[in-house]
Nanobody, 122 residues
């Protein structure tokens, strides 16, 4: 499965942005998907994940209530709606997919997109 992330850009504090991640295989619809991010000089960290039917979702405390993960399996796509952005959200955002259960661990995910840069200015 090849993943392509897009939607990043330069925004101001308080703005919103929606990231997209599209997959090359139709079987993607059965995968757990997640978003991670890596800020400059920091380790990559978990942001959000969801099961194939979005019944079960998970969010890092730092984004809970501001970010929403969703997916459109008919389009082989997953999205991350980001609201109330602040400079601490500045990072390269990566989408990832797994054949296994939902997890916050990077090692759980078999497939990764190339990342899309989000920059939030104050």
């Amino acid at each position: 499965v090849q993943l392509q992330a897009s939607g990043g850009g330069l925004v101001h504090t308080g703005d919103s942005l929606r990231l997209s991640c599209t997959a090359s295989k139709r079987t993607f619809s059965m995968y757990v998907v997640a978003w991670f991010r890596q800020a400059p000089g920091k380790e990559r960290e978990f942001v959000s994940s969801c099961t194939w039917n979005v019944i079960s979702t998970d969010y890092a405390d730092s984004v809970k209530g501001r970010f929403t993960i969703s997916r459109d399996n008919s389009r082989n796509a997953v999205y991350l709606q980001m609201n109330s952005l602040n400079p601490e959200d500045t990072a390269v955002y990566y989408c990832a997919a797994s054949k296994y259960g939902r997890s916050r661990l990077e090692s759980n995910y078999n497939y990764w997109g190339q990342g899309t840069l989000v920059t939030v200015s104050s």
